[in-house]
């Protein structure tokens, strides 16, 4: 992030979201880059845990994926397999859920939209401990402005994944029909008062992912 002015904005609200997110009982942490954010992810997972992933930019940038692969720990590689579908379900029971969110709320709400639901799944449910990382530049007004958000994104998020749907033409949602179709669970997770402390949230003051 270049411009000081921008990297000014992404930092209070990184900051503030962090606070909100801690009234709602998630455990949030801010760093200001990239690298403050992968050192405190880190600091959370101990030598040998078992680690499932949801697919995220943000993770990517981060080198995260790659880390999690050279060091001691028991990834579940979705990335580097034959079945992916047999990967999603051994990630269901992982010690350490490790995504990005595509969007929060000012109040604290993640908005997420899953193509196959094993993100968002074991988001919700399943893995012992979730470790969301996100930039501040997916902090939104309200539900509406986050599904915009996910929806203006969403054609991207279908390029990159090489789906042949109709808004990799037209860089537009056409609400397509296809197997292929990216936009099929959408989920909110309102707050973490169930499991306090089971979904950790790190926000980085600046623009990160798609
Ligand atoms: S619903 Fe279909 S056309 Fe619309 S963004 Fe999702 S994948 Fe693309």
Redesign the pocket.
């Known amino acids: 992030m270049n411009n000081p002015m921008t990297k000014w904005r992404y930092e209070a609200i990184g900051k503030n979201i962090t606070e909100v997110l801690k009234e709602k009982e998630f455990d949030a942490h801010y760093a200001d880059n990239l690298e403050e954010a992968k050192k405190i992810v880190l600091d959370m997972i101990p030598e040998g845990a078992v680690i499932g992933l949801g697919g995220s930019v943000t993770l990517n940038q981060m080198g995260l994926v790659e880390t999690f692969r050279e060091g001691n720990y028991q990834l579940i590689d979705r990335y580097n397999c034959e079945d992916h579908v047999q990967k999603y379900h051994e990630a269901m029971s992982s010690e350490y859920f490790v995504t990005g969110t595509n969007a929060i709320t000012r109040t604290g709400e993640l908005v997420n939209m899953d193509c196959s639901g094993n993100r968002v799944a074991a988001m919700i449910f399943g893995p012992r401990r979730v470790i969301v990382v996100v930039g501040a530049n997916k902090v939104v007004e309200n539900l509406d402005a986050a599904i915009a958000r996910i ?1 203006e994104i ?2 991207i998020n ?1 390029k990159r994944n090489n ?1 042949t ?3 990799t033409i037209s860089g537009f ?4 029909k296809t197997g292929k ?3 099929n669970y959408l989920t909110v997770i309102y707050h973490g008062m169930k499991n306090p402390g089971r979904i950790s949230v790190v926000v980085v003051g600046d623009e990160v992912g798609l």
């Open positions: 929806k969403a054609p279908s789906h749907t109709p808004c949602c056409e609400d397509c179709r990216m936009c």
